[in-house]
């Protein structure tokens, strides 16, 4: 089983009410990183604190959840607690300009998926995921948003990133403290 394969099963075993789209937003998170590259880093920023304001804090909370080829999600519930907005966006906005993939390797996951999601634990239906693939297709693959259901049943906050970015700022920042 590839990676990719291996975390749509822990995933599915995490968040049972995903849907095909989910899936698809998971995959091409797995493969691209984070959506696009930033332009604005004040705006990302600004949606963070936003986004910090409104999620509340959880000390028992994963720190990330991971996503496979070197991304995770961080959760924003956990960072919040232990990281500046300022810290995160940075690493976020690092992810997202310096993320890479391919077309040819994110079209072979979406097969792969399709072939097998019910190996992995999802429950949705066959006719559910190709309506969905349909309508995704005749789009032309682009980047999703979570589904409805996703978000009444999750409320996801996070954001996308190379995993252990916070290790290596916590490491530097250790570095810098006791250089002093």
């Known amino acids: 089983m590839e990676e990719f394969e291996l975390i749509l099963k822990d995933h599915a075993a995490r968040y049972p009410l995903m849907t095909p789209q989910d899936c ?8 691209f990183g984070p959506e696009h590259a930033i ?7 600004l949606r963070l604190m936003d986004e910090y ?3 509340e ?3 028992n909370a994963e720190l990330f959840v991971p ?3 070197g991304f995770c999600r961080l959760q924003i519930a956990k960072a919040k607690l232990l990281y500046s907005a300022e810290e995160v966006n940075e690493w ?3 992810s997202a300009n310096s993320s890479r993939g391919s077309r040819a390797d994110y079209m072979h996951k979406l ?3 399709m072939k097998n999601y019910k190996e992995y634990g999802f429950t949705f239906s066959e006719d559910e ?3 969905f693939m349909a309508k995704y297709r005749s789009q032309a693959y682009p980047p999703v948003h979570h589904s409805d259901v996703y978000h009444a049943a999750y409320h996801p906050h996070y954001r996308v990133m190379y995993m252990n970015r916070w290790e290596l700022h916590d490491a530097e920042k250790y570095l810098k403290d006791i250089a002093e």
């Open 57 to 59: 804090a959880d000390e």
């Open 39 to 45: 332009e604005n880093t004040g705006a990302s920023l």
């Open 129 to 131: 995921l190709t309506e």
């Open 92 to 94: 976020f906005v690092t």
């Open 53 to 55: 304001e409104e999620t």
């Open 24 to 31: 698809v937003k998971l995959l091409f998170q797995n493969e």
């Open 67 to 69: 996503i496979g080829n």
């Open 111 to 113: 097969k792969v998926f």
